[in-house]
């Protein structure tokens, strides 16, 4: 089995990179809401296309759905907005940290995070 070692700047500036929305999302999933289907070819009779976007980071999530049962006919499509896909595999709790770190610098300077000095991380740490 290979290990690949991934250096905390590189996680860092990884984090950096991610938009507030991509940091919510990532950690609350998304906010769906419906959008018109009209721009997919439409399906074989008997289905429908279920299409839902996300208000905050304009994520959408595409179904065939079977009409009679409401079953899914295929997985589950999505298309994600340019940079919300990561080359450096985060884990769930370095998104948790990402967002409090965004949440408690918001709260203590009342300023978006961009405007001011970057909020402390914690020390290196090391992974698979
Ligand atoms: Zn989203």
């Keep these: 089995m290979t290990t690949i070692k991934i250096s905390q700047e590189e996680v860092n500036a990884e984090l950096d990179r991610l938009t507030d929305q991509t940091v919510l999302c990532r950690n609350l999933d998304h906010q769906w809401d419906e959008v018109p289907a009209s721009h997919m070819d439409p399906p074989e009779p008997g289905f429908y296309w279920e299409c839902v976007r996300c208000i905050r980071c304009t ?54 995070r961009r405007t001011k000095k970057k909020p402390q991380r914690g020390s290196t740490t090391r992974r698979k």
């Excluded at 907005?81 to 203590?108: D, F, H, N």
């Design 59 to 112: 994520t959408t999530r595409t179904s065939l759905i079977v009409a009679d049962t409401g079953d899914r006919a295929k997985g589950l499509r999505y298309k994600w907005p340019e940079g919300y896909k990561s080359s450096v595999k985060l884990t769930k709790s370095e998104m948790r940290r990402e967002w409090a770190l965004r949440q408690q610098y918001i709260t203590e300077t009342k300023a978006p």
